[in-house]
């Protein structure tokens, strides 16, 4: 849509920026899992394929990226990978897993991956939810009665509920490095400390603020809720059905010869960061990975896209996959650039354990990071091109890759394409009438394909004269341009005229029988292109 006229440029701009991200609601209707659907809809898809082509090739540059990026940031081992749909297309690794026994990083080492940890937790709290076990709109003391007493900042405060815990606004304050030395905490600790009191920076629902507390406590209402210890709730019903048989809670379950050990960078040496056992706050950052186990689990988060009427039988539903990524209280960075150092403000939100970044290029793109002492961890997948990119390192707070390098390697070099959305079948019959309207005005046809609204809004004398103009100085029609749809029910397209061109921009209602509501026309001679 770059050529685009700018008059319907900007409606279209207008139209997304009203419609897009709406908030998903919080509770769905577990008794109704099936339901009527369109036998005519078409999914997006690629119209040239060869995503692990182009991928594979950038594999030396990225090889060398890696090694140059670990080398310059003293990072000991990096071990990466790059998903396309459901495979592991990319999996190298880097420097070493272990100093002391000179053991090489590779795909198949263990790392901790920290906060990366708290969307199988999100993953967890949504499938129960999905189940009918809870809701998200909860009060969270309904679970956790420690929690009954809390004193908020102030009486119109809205009492926590699950969800403001899912997205970090639940009024807690930032807790971070505190929180990562809780790791091994007893869930006594926990609940004595919810009862004690806490301190609160906002009143819960006013805005985002990380925190780790907030998901130790779902992780305890994950284990209240399903009778069984979060970790193994979680390694049940998610790791397992996934293929995730090398992920672990406790590193002392992990293999000999696997385990990445952590360090940090002091006085111009790496010295030893002792590792942390399992405990209450594990459902905040507990887990470990390889990058190969890890792969499966951004696969499972990139199958949501499209949306489609495959069968659906991942540990929780698609559409409870794209509720988990669909950023809340979203903020804008007006100073934001993209993967080649341009301007491009960006709209970012927290979801379900997971971050969502949308820029002025229209990338979207969803993930989070990890940091421990000893590890560093971030992973980020991009729904509309059905690609991952994951890395993990063993250096204490250090992100593990340099994500602007690779971005440009992925979306520049590689030139990698989205998704298309093909035109459904009433937006092309739409079209085609409408080019013979304009043209002939049959009032049989405007009878069949204009909604009530569209003489209401301008009169039919006003609508002819404002088509006619612009097709006297058109000229001549020379051809029709292909449709690009917005979505099942708008789009645009171009006519090519003897003097320039046509811009026509339309819209349906929501009838069965979908007529057209909204109709922009613009003429853009080929001395103003």
């Given at each position: ?5 700018s008059h319907l440029?900007?409606l279209v701009?207008?139209a997304?920026?009203?419609?897009c991200n ?20 078409q999914?997006?898809f690629?119209e ?7 991928i594979?090739?950038?594999?030396p540059e990225l090889?060398?990226?890696m ?7 003293n ?19 880097t420097?070493?897993?272990n100093l002391e ?8 080492a263990?790392?901790?991956?920290a ?5 199988f ?31 908020y900042?102030?009486q119109?405060?809205?009492?926590i509920a ?14 971070n ?7 091994d ?17 906002n009143?819960p629902s ?9 998901y130790?406590l779902l992780?305890?209402?994950?284990s ?6 979060y ?10 059905p996934?293929?995730m048989?090398?992920t672990?809670?406790?590193?002392d379950?992990?293999?000999?010869g ?9 006085d111009?040496?790496w010295k ?10 594990g ?8 990058i190969?186990?890890?792969s ?22 698609r559409?409870?996959?794209r509720?988990?990524?669909t950023?809340q ?8 650039r993209?993967?080649s ?11 379900y ?12 793109r ?8 000893g ?5 980020v997948f991009?729904?509309?091109y059905?690609?991952?990119i994951?890395a993990?390192?063993?250096l204490t ?6 994500l602007?390098?690779?971005?440009k390697?992925v979306?520049e ?13 009433i ?6 009438q ?5 043209q ?5 046809l405007?009878?069949?394909?204009l909604?009530?609204?569209f ?19 058109a000229?001549?029609i020379?051809?029709?341009?292909e449709?690009s ?5 708008r789009?645009g397209?171009?006519i ?9 921009f339309?819209t349906l209602?929501?009838?069965k ?17």
């Amino acid at each position: 849509m770059k050529n685009f006229p700018s008059h319907l440029f900007y409606l279209v701009f207008g139209a997304l920026l009203f419609s897009c991200n709406p908030k998903p609601t919080s509770d769905v209707d577990t008794k109704s899992t099936t339901h009527l659907f369109s036998d005519t809809y078409q999914k997006p898809f690629f119209e040239q394929d060869d995503r692990v082509e182009r991928i594979k090739k950038i594999a030396p540059e990225l090889e060398k990226l890696m090694a140059d990026y670990a080398k310059s940031r003293n990072i000991p081992g990096i071990a990466y990978g790059i998903v396309v749909d459901n495979q592991l297309v990319i999996s190298f690794a880097t420097g070493l897993m272990n100093l002391e026994q000179k053991s090489p990083a590779s795909p198949s080492a263990s790392f901790r991956i920290a906060s990366m940890s708290k969307s199988f937790t999100a993953m967890a709290i949504v499938k129960l939810r999905d189940e009918g076990k809870l809701s998200l709109s909860d009060p969270v003391s309904k679970y956790i009665p420690e929690m009954a007493n809390l004193k908020y900042l102030t009486q119109d405060a809205p009492s926590i509920a699950i969800e403001n815990l899912l997205t970090m606004t639940s009024g807690f304050p930032e807790d971070n490095p505190w929180g990562d030395r809780q790791l091994d905490e007893s869930d006594q600790m926990l609940m004595d400390m919810m009862t004690e009191g806490v301190s609160f920076s906002n009143v819960p629902s006013y805005e985002y603020e990380y925190s780790n507390t907030g998901y130790a406590l779902l992780g305890n209402i994950i284990s209240r809720v399903s009778g069984m210890p979060y970790q193994e709730y979680i390694t049940q019903n998610i790791l397992l059905p996934l293929g995730m048989e090398q992920t672990y809670w406790e590193y002392d379950q992990v293999p000999p010869g696997q385990l990445a050990i952590g360090y940090r960078w002091e006085d111009e040496e790496w010295k030893l960061e002792p590792m942390l056992h399992d405990g209450s706050f594990g459902a905040m950052g507990g887990l470990i990975t390889s990058i190969e186990d890890f792969s499966k689990y951004v696969s499972f988060h990139l199958s949501a896209w499209p949306p489609r009427s495959d069968v659906d039988d991942g540990p929780i539903r698609r559409s409870s996959l794209r509720e988990m990524q669909t950023p809340q209280f979203p903020r804008l960075n007006a100073n934001a650039r993209n993967f080649s150092g341009e301007p491009c403000p960006a709209i970012s939100g927290y979801g379900y354990g997971l971050g969502t970044i949308e820029n002025c290029d229209g990338l979207k793109r969803v993930g989070h990071g990890g940091a421990l002492p000893g590890f560093g961890s971030n992973y980020v997948f991009f729904p509309e091109y059905g690609i991952g990119i994951m890395a993990f390192c063993n250096l204490t707070y250090t992100s593990p890759y340099p994500l602007n390098e690779i971005g440009k390697l992925v979306f520049e070099t590689a030139g990698l394409k989205p998704r298309q959305l093909p035109v459904s079948d009433i937006l092309r019959e739409r079209q085609e009438q409408l080019t013979q309207l304009i043209q002939k005005w049959d009032t049989d046809l405007e009878e069949k394909i204009l909604a009530e609204n569209f003489y209401l809004d301008k009169s039919r004398a006003h609508r002819i004269q404002e088509v006619q103009g612009v097709l006297e100085q058109a000229g001549a029609i020379l051809s029709i341009g292909e449709l690009s749809p917005q979505n099942q029910l708008r789009g645009g397209y171009k006519i090519q005229t003897q003097n320039g061109e046509i811009g026509i921009f339309f819209t349906l209602t929501p009838e069965k029988d979908p007529k057209v509501q909204q109709l922009d026309i613009l003429f853009l001679s080929k001395e103003s292109e």
